[in-house]
């Protein structure tokens, strides 16, 4: 079984995902779920929109669900591909596009991240700011 991510922990990867989103400008939501998907913590920047708090949740639960980024489900769920339709699965909670990852420990998924607010490109750096800090505290 994989560990558990504290909540402390869960609040130093948000805290380091806002920093990047106030460096870039761009306010943020940031999920941080369970290895099944389940909530540990979730934050709202001011100004961050209020439909950024379902798909940021929605991001980390994809990751957890699919054990992938998120961003590696776009090209197979385009029309013809393998995987189309995926995003209508699951209740509709399965995202396409990027800004969920996965947090391993020694390639267990022990957590994940999803982070949404701004265009996709910003939402995968600001939740890759979540995952270096991770990576930091577990190195």
């Known amino acids: 079984m994989a560990e558990e991510l504290s909540l402390e922990t869960a609040t130093e990867i948000i805290a380091a995902a806002e920093e990047k989103a106030e460096e ?3 306010p943020m939501v940031v999920t941080i779920a ?3 998907g389940n909530l540990i913590a979730q934050h709202r920047m001011d100004g961050a929109w ?3 708090v379902e ?3 929605n991001k980390a639960y994809t990751a957890a669900a699919l054990e992938t980024s998120t961003d590696q489900l ?3 769920s385009e029309p013809g591909n393998s995987l189309y339709g995926l995003q209508t699965t ?3 909670r399965i995202v396409i596009f990027g800004g969920g990852y996965p947090l391993t420990v020694d390639g267990e998924i022990v957590a994940t991240i ?3 607010g701004g265009e996709v490109s910003q939402d995968m750096e600001v939740a890759q700011a979540g995952v270096d800090k991770f990576e930091d505290l577990h190195s």
């Open 55 to 57: 798909i940021s949740r």
């Open 90 to 92: 699951d209740e509709n």
């Open 50 to 52: 209020l439909a950024s």
């Open 74 to 76: 776009a090209e197979p």
């Open 114 to 116: 999803g982070v949404s």
């Open 34 to 36: 369970t290895d099944e």
């Open 24 to 26: 870039i400008e761009q």
